[in-house]
C-alpha cells in the first residue's frame, strides 16, 4: 500500500523546533527535502489541484478555494489510478477536497467535518486507522487539516501552531503505527504561512517539507535536486506502477530511490 499524508500549512522550519517525534523518525528513515515548492496562489484548493494533477494553476484554473470545472480537464491521481486497477481511499477533514478526484474514482471517500476544531486531525487519523490495515486499498491519501486552522487562527509559528504540529504528530504516530511494515509513505505540507495567512509567493509561503519513505527508498537521505509540489502525483504514480498521465507537467523525483546494484 502506498499513502499519501498532507499535513496542511505545515512549515518546514517549524518542524526542528516542535515536538514531533514521530514526523522525525518518518523523516530519519526517508528521503526529505525542507525546500520543496508549493505553487502561486499558494493556497489551499489549488495547491491540492496541482497536487493531485500535476500541473500549476495556470493550467488548471483554479485560484481561490471555491471549485471550478478545470479550465481544459485533465485526468488527475484518482482518475488514472483507477484506470489501472488500483483501489484508492480518501480521508479528509476539509470538504473542499472532495473535488480533487472526479466522481468513480475512489473506493472509499470519508469525510470528517472537523478541520476546524483543535481535535479534528485526532478523527481523520481514527477513521484512517480503522479502515486502511484491512480495507485492501492500494492508494490512500490522508489529509490533517488542522495545523493551518491553529495558524489562521492564532498565526504561524506562534506558540498554539506549534502544538498543534505536536498534537498532529501524535495522530500520525497512531496512524503510522497501525499500517503494515512495507508501506510506502509520502508527506508534505500544500504550503506554509506567515502572520495569520498564506497564498503569497513569499519563502515563509512557498517552501514546503516533501519526503517519501519505504521499501526501497533512501533512508536518512537528504534529498539535493528540487521537488515542486507538482512532482507528487508522477512519484506517487511510480510508487503504485503506473504510468504518470501524459499532460502531467512535474516529474517523478528519482533521487528518492535507493541505487540497485548493477547486475552481474
Ligand atoms: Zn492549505
Not at 523523516?27 to 500535476?54: D, E, K, N, Y
Not at 485492501?136 to 506549534?162: L, R
Not at 511510480?238 to 502531467?248: M, N, V
Request: proline share 8%; net charge negative.
Amino acid at each position: 500500500m502506498v499513502v499519501f499524508i498532507l499535513i496542511d500549512g505545515l512549515r518546514p522550519d517549524a518542524i526542528a523546533p516542535a515536538a514531533c517525534p514521530n514526523l522525525k523518525a518518518l523523516m530519519a528513515r526517508g528521503a526529505v527535502t525542507l525546500q520543496a515548492q508549493s505553487v502561486m496562489p499558494s493556497i489551499t484548493l489549488p495547491c491540492h489541484t496541482s497536487i493531485f494533477h500535476s500541473v500549476p494553476p495556470t493550467r488548471h484554473g483554479i485560484t481561490s478555494n471555491l471549485w471550478a470545472p478545470l479550465a481544459r480537464p485533465l485526468p488527475g491521481l484518482f482518475e488514472v489510478a483507477k484506470i489501472a486497477g488500483k483501489h484508492c481511499a480518501s480521508i479528509y477533514n476539509w470538504e473542499e477536497l472532495r473535488d480533487i478526484g472526479r466522481p468513480g474514482s475512489l473506493a472509499l471517500s470519508l469525510f470528517c467535518n472537523t478541520s476546524y476544531q483543535e481535535d479534528g486531525d485526532d478523527s481523520v487519523a481514527a477513521e484512517a486507522v480503522r479502515v486502511l490495515p484491512q480495507g485492501g486499498y492500494d492508494f490512500a491519501f490522508v489529509y490533517f487539516g488542522t495545523v493551518d486552522t491553529i495558524g489562521h487562527f492564532y498565526g504561524w509559528m506562534s506558540e498554539k501552531y506549534m502544538a498543534q504540529i505536536a498534537r498532529v504528530d501524535s495522530a500520525l504516530g497512531r496512524l503510522l503505527a497501525a499500517l503494515p511494515a512495507d508501506t510506502a509513505i509520502v508527506l508534505q505540507s500544500d504550503h506554509g504561512g506567515h502572520e495569520r495567512n498564506h497564498g503569497s509567493d513569499a519563502p515563509e509561503d512557498m517552501t514546503i517539507p516533501w519526503l517519501a519513505a519505504g521499501p526501497g527508498i533512501r533512508a536518512g537521505y537528504t534529498l539535493t535536486e528540487p521537488v515542486s509540489l507538482l512532482d507528487t502525483a508522477p512519484t506517487l504514480a511510480r510508487l503504485l506502477g503506473f504510468a504518470p498521465h501524459y499532460e502531467w507537467e512535474g516529474r517523478c523525483v528519482e533521487e528518492i530511490f535507493a541505487e540497485t546494484p548493477a547486475s552481474t
